[in-house]
């Protein structure tokens, strides 16, 4: 590499010292890439090479995190999105050019946009009544991530102004869109403060959406569905705390997990990471950054909840009960089925629909109030726009939260148009639709007043 000629020999062996060495091993795993990474230790520099794999859309199938004293070592073994190996010189370039970068960290440029941070409450709706201001506002959404989780919403939106294509200077607007949006994140029975800030700072997008919802106390409430198993102890012997998590495996599972301890101010020293199936297994050797092991037991717990919330608020679960049963007054006849094992719990991420098309003024605005006028509700939504184009992502339930029945999006997608709005991954409900049907009984949809029933008589765990 070339060295600016300010730099004496003694600084130039520390840059040396201190940049990661990437090492790229295509021979050695048999189903995987295997990728190196030995460097001076710092804290969050996990993260941040997590982050660039995640970035680069690489599944992590294994990895060995091991340090000793100010240096640590990370095999990542790792596939593209499909399973495959890596074998394109041009895509493993790329992989080394970024891993060996990492130690000057890597940030999402914002220049000549506007970065508005937003949370609240979470209701039906809601994303359209923000881009419906934003729009009014004369501001064009660039590019925003949505997450929805334990009732509470948060998103990060970079957004220019309408007449000078730049980022939004004007003092006075700025102030009137955050009341604005203060005002429609509120509602009219928020449950606790919304939130509404022009950033200034420059982070990536989904470490400062958990860092948001983190400080918006999401883990706060008892959790539904497949719930994942942490179990946190401590090694007394070498004065480490273990957190130990049995979960189903996804995408940016180990960024999920990773950016939450670090931003706990947990560091990370030891770990090992394994995927079987679509089951993965995580285990984390931390301590305090003073070198101390969590030292209480509502600190363990405090951990358990939020490494949950962190696995939880990308997957955007949502609950539903389904109840098979002829009877017509199924209030009464559900605690019998119950007993009887006929009540089914599904877990849904909703529709995943993606929206292809030329950008224009207002396009989320309305497709959005198309959304909402016929009762769809959007609990996590990735918006983009590149080159004149929108590739936008919007997951997507019913009004109950329960999965959207197939000709409503049919409709919604002849109203914004079949060929910019396709169906990308369906829910398992449909999976197992034909199964349902064949079964001699109805089934129903039940409710939020039937989950609250049950949970008083103590039946089912809250899901709330």
Same mark, same amino acid.
């Given at each position: ?12 062996? *520390? ?12 021979? @050695? ?19 941040? +090479?997590?982050? /660039? ?61 506007? +970065? ?19 729009? %009014? ?62 950033? *200034? ?23 539904? @569905? ?71 037991? +509502?600190?363990?717990?405090? /951990? ?73 509700? /959007? ?12 590739? %936008? ?45 064949? +079964? ?13 029933? *049950? ?10």
């Amino acid at each position: 590499m070339e060295w600016p000629p300010y730099l004496d020999e003694y600084e130039k062996l *520390l840059i040396r010292m201190s940049t990661p060495r990437v090492m790229i091993d295509n021979a @050695g795993c048999s189903n995987a890439t295997r990728l190196t990474i030995d460097s001076a230790r710092k804290h969050g520099i996990l993260l941040e +090479a997590i982050q /660039v794999l995640t970035d680069l859309n690489l599944s992590i199938k294994k990895a060995y995190i091991c340090s000793d004293g100010r240096w640590f070592m990370d095999v990542f073994h790792v596939t593209d999105l499909n399973g495959n190996k890596l074998t394109d010189e041009s895509v493993l370039g790329c992989i080394e050019e970024s891993l060996e970068t990492v130690h000057y960290g890597r940030s999402k440029s914002i220049d000549g946009l506007t +970065a508005l941070e937003l949370t609240g409450t979470d209701r039906v709706g809601l994303l359209s009544e923000v881009f419906a201001v934003l729009s %009014n506002l004369h501001c064009n959404v660039v590019d925003a991530k949505v997450w929805t989780h334990n009732g509470r919403i948060a998103s990060l939106i970079y957004l220019t102004d309408d007449d000078s294509g730049c980022s939004v200077e004007d003092s006075e607007k700025l102030e009137k869109m955050e009341g604005m949006l203060r005002n429609v994140l509120r509602g009219d029975n928020d449950i606790r403060s919304a939130r509404t800030s022009v950033s *200034l700072a420059v982070t990536h997008m989904e470490r400062r959406l958990h860092q948001m919802m983190f400080a918006d106390r999401d883990y706060d409430g008892n959790v539904c @569905g497949d719930v994942p198993l942490v179990l946190v102890q401590n090694y007394l012997e070498k004065d480490y705390s273990v957190v130990s998590i049995h979960c189903k495996d996804r995408n940016k599972l180990l960024f999920d997990v990773v950016c939450t301890l670090t931003d706990m101010g947990y560091v990370v020293f030891h770990a090992t990471v394994d995927t079987s199936g679509d089951r993965a297994s995580l285990e984390f050797f931390i301590r305090h950054m003073d070198g101390t092991p969590i030292n209480s037991e +509502a600190e363990k717990q405090r /951990v358990i909840l939020c490494i949950v919330a962190a696995i939880k608020r990308r997957a955007s679960q949502v609950l539903s009960l389904f109840l098979y049963t002829s009877e017509k007054d199924y209030f009464i006849v559900v605690f019998e089925q119950i007993v009887k094992g006929n009540v089914v719990l599904i877990n849904s991420q909703g529709v995943r629909l993606e929206l292809c098309t030329v950008d224009k003024k207002g396009l989320l605005a309305n497709v959005t109030r198309t959304f909402r006028e016929n009762g769809l509700n /959007v609990v996590r939504a990735e918006i983009s726009t590149s080159m004149g184009t929108a590739r %936008n992502v919007f997951y997507v339930t019913d009004a109950m939260g329960n999965a959207a029945d197939e000709k409503l999006i049919d409709s919604v997608r002849h109203k914004i148009g079949v060929s910019s709005l396709k169906v990308k991954e369906l829910p398992s409900i449909y999976h197992d639709k034909g199964e349902r049907e064949e +079964a001699p009984a109805m089934t129903w949809s039940i409710g939020n007043m039937v989950r609250r029933n *049950l949970y008083n008589l103590g039946l089912i765990k809250s899901c709330y």
